[in-house]
């Protein structure tokens, strides 16, 4: 990292990164599912100072979701078991979309399946829709098909997975990794060399909680997903781990609240990130975030953004 | 209208029992709540607990916000030690609140426990209109009684043990009433407690076809209808508890 001392002219930073082929005017994106379809949260900032936007994981065909209770809060995080309720490419096309595009913003849609074919009908569809930016390929999903293995764990199953989708679509392609494997650099290269623009991640880490009076599980899925600051620890270190494994962007998620937190991400390797939970606490966190990226590179005197990505000294 | 507020605590004290009172102080200018919304409150200035917590409107007068909660878990707990003068960040008005009867209906409004915060605000708001059923535990457990007498054209009162008004629960006064009554053409119920208290009267709804809405929850994360964690079971799949409801129809839900 070159420190050039205090910069005056704070119109001189430059915030914006290419992601896989796609432009954003700064970093900051809002984490799949945590931001429903852009709408919800449109009263509360303005939706154009964001980097991208996530949507919410669609399937092709809409989904009903978990039984309650669906989340639970845990130390300094929280479990879901959302179930991926969502109401479909079609209808998000039909409904959503039309809104989104209003904004300078790109969207990015998050998209998931349980066979290849599923995964492949719905990156066709969001492809050839007006206003989608890029896709997010949600692997955390179960296949079916190959007897419930996880797409995302299996490296053979996601190559597969990820090939197949990368045929179907000239959208950067984002593959989203699970933290639930042994190895993420494993993971990391088999979505590089099966062709994937990019890499998001962590998505959230299986776990569970218990009603010690009743003895029952919590959740009515018994197990669900950990996000929150518990998490951002584990993640900074597989972003910094997948960093030297690849040469794809990342985009790094997983408990960011503040600037502080995702200018450890961006240190780490990761070119972008993605807000989730932060926003259910503080509607205003992306805006934040932003602001404070900013005003620390300015008092750090760096002009450009890139300069600080993958700065880490070890 | 700006929904993400900073507000100042002015008082947070214990009423009985486990109920206490908060009042909020905010300087900003925000919408008015109407009964039956709730806020999201930050409960803890660290990250544990993360997640605010949803509390519906009790009062609002002037700049100054009203709630009526229970202790229940840790933030709740965290919540009560907070002191004046401390700023807290919160969202709202949220949700859709209670439709108000029309003109020829009687509203019988029914609250268990902590759920009379926002009875009490509906009460208020119909003004001598309404018959209020009131159940707790005990009598120690009531708040709020001689104000709801003074909003409502009358008050019955039941406890578990008895130690005021009839022994018994909310159900039971609610039904000697209604076999009072002729016809159930008139009537609309409005319902805010616990579950099994909701699900009881939804019966006796059914039962009765008296139209009415119940004020439901399930534990929130964003309260905007973002994270899909609150839903509830209905003829027309599943709603959000923070955005379609928290009031729903009384005959739309499925219980299960
Ligand atoms: C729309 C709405 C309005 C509400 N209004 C009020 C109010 O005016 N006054 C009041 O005292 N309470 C109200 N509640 C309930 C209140 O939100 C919970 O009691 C509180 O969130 C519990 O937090 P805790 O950290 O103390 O408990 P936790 O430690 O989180 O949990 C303790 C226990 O409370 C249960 N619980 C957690 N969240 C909820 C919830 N949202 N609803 C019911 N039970 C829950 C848990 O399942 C657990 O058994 C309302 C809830 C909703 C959804
Ligand atoms: C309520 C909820 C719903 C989520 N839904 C999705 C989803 O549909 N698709 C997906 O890829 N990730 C989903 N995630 C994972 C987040 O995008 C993110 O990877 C994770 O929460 C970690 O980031 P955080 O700690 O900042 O929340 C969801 C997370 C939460 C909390
Ligand atoms: S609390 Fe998030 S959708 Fe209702």
């Given at each position: 990292m070159k420190l050039f001392g205090n910069n005056k002219n704070s119109s001189t930073v430059d915030l914006s990164v290419n992601i896989g082929g796609l432009k954003l005017k700064n970093p900051v994106m809002t984490a799949s599912g945590t931001f429903g379809y852009g709408a919800e949260y449109s009263e509360f900032i303005d939706l154009n100072r964001l980097g991208a936007i996530i949507v919410k994981g669609l399937s092709y065909t809409p989904r009903e979701g978990n039984p309650v209770p669906r989340i639970v809060e845990t130390p300094a995080g929280m479990l879901n078991a959302i179930g991926l309720q969502n109401i479909g490419t079609e209808a998000f096309i039909k409904e959503k979309l039309p809104f989104l595009r209003k904004f300078k913003t790109p969207v990015i849609t998050n998209f998931f399946g349980d066979s290849i074919d599923e995964f492949k009908k719905s990156a066709e569809a969001l492809s050839s829709a007006d206003g989608v930016h890029a896709l997010e390929m949600n692997i955390s999903c179960p296949n079916k098909k190959a007897g419930w293995i996880i797409f995302g764990t299996d490296p053979k199953v996601m190559g597969k997975a990820v090939s197949s989708v990368r045929k179907t679509t000239k959208l950067p392609l984002i593959v989203k990794l699970t933290p639930n494997v042994t190895d993420i650099c494993v993971m990391a290269k088999v979505a590089e060399d099966s062709g994937a623009d990019a890499i998001s991640m962590i998505n959230t880490i299986t776990g569970m909680a218990i009603d010690i009076r009743r003895r029952t599980p919590i959740l009515a899925n018994v197990v669900g997903g950990l996000s929150g600051p518990a998490i951002r620890p584990v993640a900074v270190r597989m972003v910094w781990q997948a960093h030297k494994a690849v040469k794809i962007p990342i985009i790094g998620i997983g408990g960011i609240m503040t600037a502080q937190d995702a200018l450890e991400f961006l240190i780490a390797g990761a070119r972008g990130v993605a807000v989730g939970t932060a926003n259910f606490v503080n509607p205003h966190a992306t805006i934040e975030i932003i602001d404070g990226i900013e005003k620390f590179l300015i008092e750090e005197g760096v002009h450009n953004i890139n300069d600080i990505i993958g700065s880490l000294w070890t | 209208m700006n929904k993400y507020l900073t507000a100042t605590i002015k008082e947070n004290s214990r009423i009985n029992g486990s109920n206490n009172l908060l009042a909020l102080?905010?300087?900003?200018?925000?919408?008015?709540?109407?009964?039956?919304?709730?806020?999201?409150?930050?409960?803890?200035?660290?990250?544990?607990?993360?997640?605010?917590?949803?509390?519906?409107?009790?009062?609002?007068?002037?700049?100054?916000?009203?709630?009526?909660?229970?202790?229940?878990?840790?933030?709740?707990?965290?919540?009560?030690?907070?002191?004046?003068?401390?700023?807290?960040?919160?969202?709202?008005?949220?949700?859709?609140?209670?439709?108000?009867?029309?003109?020829?209906?009687?509203?019988?409004?029914?609250?268990?426990?902590?759920?009379?915060?926002?009875?009490?605000?509906?009460?208020?708001?119909?003004?001598?209109?309404?018959?209020?059923?009131?159940?707790?535990?005990?009598?120690?457990?009531?708040?709020?009684?001689?104000?709801?007498?003074?909003?409502?054209?009358?008050?019955?009162?039941?406890?578990?043990?008895?130690?005021?008004?009839?022994?018994?629960?909310?159900?039971?006064?609610?039904?000697?009433?209604?076999?009072?009554?002729?016809?159930?053409?008139?009537?609309?119920?409005?319902?805010?407690?616990?579950?099994?208290?909701?699900?009881?009267?939804?019966?006796?709804?059914?039962?009765?076809?008296?139209?009415?809405?119940?004020?439901?929850?399930?534990?929130?994360?964003?309260?905007?209808?973002?994270?899909?964690?609150?839903?509830?079971?209905?003829?027309?799949?599943?709603?959000?508890?923070?955005?379609?409801?928290?009031?729903?129809?009384?005959?739309?839900?499925?219980?299960?």
């Open positions: - | 102080y905010i300087k900003d200018t925000s919408e008015n709540p109407v009964p039956g919304q709730f806020y999201m409150l930050e409960v803890s200035s660290s990250y544990d607990p993360l997640l605010k917590r949803p509390l519906s409107i009790f009062r609002k007068i002037n700049n100054e916000l009203q709630f009526l909660y229970r202790i229940k878990g840790k933030g709740t707990e965290k919540l009560q030690k907070m002191r004046e003068g401390t700023n807290i960040s919160i969202i709202g008005p949220l949700g859709n609140g209670y439709p108000l009867p029309s003109e020829k209906q009687i509203p019988l409004l029914i609250a268990g426990g902590v759920g009379v915060a926002s009875i009490f605000s509906l009460a208020e708001k119909l003004d001598k209109k309404a018959y209020v059923f009131y159940g707790g535990r005990n009598k120690d457990e009531l708040v709020m009684k001689d104000e709801i007498r003074n909003f409502a054209k009358e008050l019955f009162i039941s406890t578990d043990d008895g130690s005021e008004g009839e022994k018994g629960t909310v159900i039971d006064i609610l039904n000697k009433f209604l076999d009072s009554q002729g016809s159930m053409e008139s009537l609309v119920i409005y319902v805010c407690g616990p579950l099994p208290m909701l699900r009881a009267v939804a019966e006796v709804a059914v039962n009765k076809k008296i139209a009415g809405y119940i004020s439901a929850e399930e534990n929130m994360a964003c309260g905007i209808g973002a994270c899909l964690g609150c839903v509830i079971k209905t003829k027309h799949n599943y709603k959000r508890v923070c955005r379609e409801g928290p009031v729903f129809s009384i005959h739309e839900i499925i219980w299960e």
